[in-house]
């Protein structure tokens, strides 16, 4: 598809399976990292945080140094410390601001539709209708979102404390429902709800990332900026009501928040939602927005998503705007494909004031007659359990038989080594990131929750020759990405978004938190390599299977990653795979009971599903 565009900082294709590569699946050796939880892990949290032996022992232990040993890198292949390829188009459409949406986007979805969510086209029309008014939508869900109400709403462990700011939303929908009042509304996103995950700048609101919060620590002060993406949601009318809880730094995918409390996976109250992006997962499974914007740096955009039953788009390196962590991106989450759609080519319109992001060409939709073309990576797609696998399996045979999709194998190399790559890049960047957050690196430790004191200590272990290796790795595999791309234009390569389904709660760890880092590789098996190589990537649900504890079937998501700049396919894509869902898939899609009708609850006829 972006064959004819010319590229920025395109990787040499190169097949590094016919180099005397040996090529290793990902999970060929078991992860054999400590698993801590309760006392034992505040006990250990303060050991290893005062210890510098005790964090090296846990480095070494985490088999990070042996990506130094790798023959392969020992060739001169340079170190690619942020994987941006900037596909620059053709030159007639590099000044599109936004693509326009098509009808299908402005248009309701059948009201008999089982499962159905409501998307920002029903928003729209009962706005149009004066039904109800974007006012009163805002106000019904500040009500249910607030912090330390009594009281407190079901749905609020999803959203941080706002200190005061709710009058800003107030304000934005009050002009939206003039706006709507007059006929002058801005489109299809004015008067629509969405919430901002913790770790994205918005002016007048805190940036926790997750940590538990402190009126003396100077850190925790309203930003005074706001990030592009939430800037253009504005600008299109949209109504943020708040931002979204997460995973303490974002640095597992649990959710599990011992400082804030977790979020409700409304699929399985059981379950976790999933991490980072925990409290958009949970708003969007519940109903209560339709629209989240968030980040992912190791599949927090794909992982709460697939444990909820939602749609999640990872986008290309910096394709939203610049961020300092190389493998982080800011992209949205949402109910539905229109809606993921409309949220993306709203965040993604280009910055005039950032050379970097400003440069992108926009995505465009794939041609119909474009050749279409799956890759399996079978070594691979095949470690996930027998239940994920039934329904991806079928997925891929709607794609092949009902949509005429090649299945093509392919095979890539080094996936261990550059999971473990992945693991250290985020640990270090994310460690010196935080560092910077206080005065030393104990007042820095005594900010977070015990389970990320020890990963943050970990992290401060990662040599500078051993980063560089990690760096030279990633130019390996995007090296061979360009190759398979090159050999199949078009290519998306398709596996599980996880190995296994859902994550199933532990009640005692909800007062300490707790450290897994066996289960979190395992969950993050599949996601790691859009991060390593800055691909975009897509997840989507595609079956249920039965839960290993509590009510509620779990959510089996479907991810693809495509080439640099394929947003456009991706989306293409997954919403073939949302017509799966709702009439392939037996029973079609599920709406959990504690799902909220917030446009009947905004009219005051209706009340909230009992959970």
């Not at 009058?167 to 939206?176: D, F, G, K, P, V």
């Not at 440069?359 to 799956?374: D, L, M, Q, W």
């Not at 080439?563 to 799966?580: D, H, I, M, P, R």
């Amino acid at each position: 598809m972006t064959a004819p565009q010319s590229f920025a900082f395109y990787p040499d294709p190169v097949d590094w399976t016919q180099s005397g590569a040996s090529i290793e699946d990902g999970t060929g050796r078991e992860d054999s990292n400590p698993v801590m939880r309760g006392w034992s892990l505040v006990i250990g949290a303060s050991l290893v945080s005062n210890l510098g032996y005790l964090q090296r022992t846990l480095w070494n232990n985490a088999k990070f140094g042996t990506v130094r040993q790798m023959p392969e890198l020992e060739s001169k292949i340079p170190a690619r410390l942020h994987p941006c390829v900037i596909p620059l188009g053709n030159g007639d459409n590099a000044n599109t601001s936004l693509i326009p949406f098509p009808p299908h986007i402005h248009t309701p979805r059948a009201a008999d539709l089982v499962g159905r969510y409501h998307s920002a086209a029903d928003y729209h029309a009962a706005y149009k209708a004066k039904t109800v008014t974007p006012l009163q939508v805002a106000e019904a869900l500040l009500e249910r979102i607030k912090r330390g109400g009594s009281p407190q709403s079901k749905y609020a462990n999803a959203w941080v404390d706002s200190y005061g700011q709710e009058e800003r939303t107030l304000a934005a929908a009050r002009a939206s429902t003039e706006r709507y009042a007059e006929g002058r509304e801005l489109g299809l996103l004015d008067g629509v709800p969405f919430g901002v995950k913790d770790d994205v700048d918005v002016e007048g609101y805190v940036s926790h990332i997750g940590m538990k919060y402190d009126a003396n620590n100077p850190f925790f002060k309203p930003s005074t900026k706001t990030a592009w993406p939430v800037q253009k949601m504005l600008e299109a009318g949209a109504v943020m009501v708040g931002k979204l809880a997460m995973h303490e730094l974002g640095v597992d995918v649990s959710g599990c928040n011992s400082a804030w409390g977790t979020p409700t996976n409304w699929m399985n109250t059981t379950y976790y939602p999933g991490g980072s992006s925990s409290g958009a997962a949970s708003a969007l499974s519940a109903g209560v927005v339709p629209i989240a914007i968030g980040t992912d740096a190791g599949g927090s955009c794909r992982v709460p998503p697939s444990f909820t039953g939602q749609y999640g788009l990872k986008v290309s390196h910096h394709r939203t705007g610049l961020m300092a962590h190389s493998m982080c991106v800011m992209c949205p989450m949402a109910s539905t494909i229109a809606d993921l759609t409309a949220a993306y080519r709203t965040i993604a319109q280009p910055n005039p004031s950032c050379n970097t992001q400003g440069r992108f060409a926009p995505s465009t939709p794939p041609s119909p007659s474009a050749k279409k073309t799956i890759g399996i990576y079978r070594a691979w797609f095949d470690k996930a359990d027998a239940e994920v696998l039934e329904h991806c399996n079928a997925a891929i045979e709607y794609y092949e038989k009902k949509l005429g999709y090649e299945v093509v194998d392919i095979t890539l190399p080094f996936l261990r080594e550059t999971r473990l790559a992945h693991g250290a890049i985020c640990l270090t960047d994310g460690t010196a990131a935080h560092y910077a957050r206080a005065p030393t690196v104990s007042a820095a430790h005594a900010m977070l929750q015990p389970q990320t004191r020890v990963l943050v200590g970990v992290g401060s272990q990662t040599p500078a020759t051993d980063y560089i290796k990690f760096n030279e790795l990633r130019e390996l595999l995007m090296q061979h990405l360009a190759f398979l791309f090159a050999k199949y234009p078009g290519l998306l390569i398709v596996t599980p978004t996880t190995p296994v389904a859902g994550w199933p709660k532990d009640p005692a760890n909800e007062a300490h938190g707790f450290s897994d880092a066996n289960m979190t590789l395992k969950h993050m098996m599949y996601v790691f390599l859009a991060n390593v190589t800055g691909t975009p990537a897509v997840t989507v649900p595609v079956g249920y299977v039965e839960p290993k504890q509590g009510t509620g079937k779990i959510p089996v998501n479907l991810m693809a990653l495509g080439e640099w700049g394929s947003e456009e396919q991706l989306l293409a894509w997954a919403g073939e795979a949302e017509k799966y869902l709702d009439e392939v898939v037996e029973g079609g899609r599920r709406r959990p009971r504690g799902w909220l009708d917030v446009l009947e609850v905004a009219k005051g006829e209706k009340k909230d599903q009992s959970d």
